[in-house]
């Protein structure tokens, strides 16, 4: 298990930017493919951002290409997701997780460890 701890959600105006953090508890964190998920309201969890080991290789639904970058930093133990041109579709809390293996990164269920989850709220 991969201890995960989201940090830098927040209020902010649509068109703004936001910065998410994950840190994550381990000494092998190289050997995680790390994902970001969210969830509003009443809706279904949904994948975000994917990320490789070392992360040579991003995945993004499509809504937040070209807004979102995800990135991680090894040396750190952390993975990033940089959001910008927000919009009030992206008002949700959001999910750092970390997968052993991954067949596929939209899968949640290839994730193994689950952060808390950090609010993002985008104000029309």
């Known amino acids: 298990q991969v201890q995960l701890v989201e940090s830098g959600g927040g209020l902010v105006q649509v068109g703004g930017s936001l910065r998410l953090s994950c840190a994550a508890s381990t000494r092998a964190f190289s050997s995680y493919p790390m994902g970001w998920f969210r969830q509003a309201p009443g809706k279904e969890r949904e994948f975000v951002a994917g990320?490789?080991?070392?992360?040579?290789?991003?995945y993004y639904t499509d809504s937040v290409k070209g807004r979102f970058t995800i990135s991680r930093d090894n040396a750190k133990n952390t993975v990033l997701l940089q959001m910008n041109s927000l919009k009030s579709e992206d008002t949700a809390v959001y999910y750092c997780a970390a997968a052993p293996v991954v067949s596929d990164y939209h899968n949640p269920r290839d994730y193994a460890s689950w952060g808390q989850g950090t609010q993002v709220t985008v104000s029309s």
């Open positions: 990320i490789s080991k070392i992360g040579l290789s991003t």
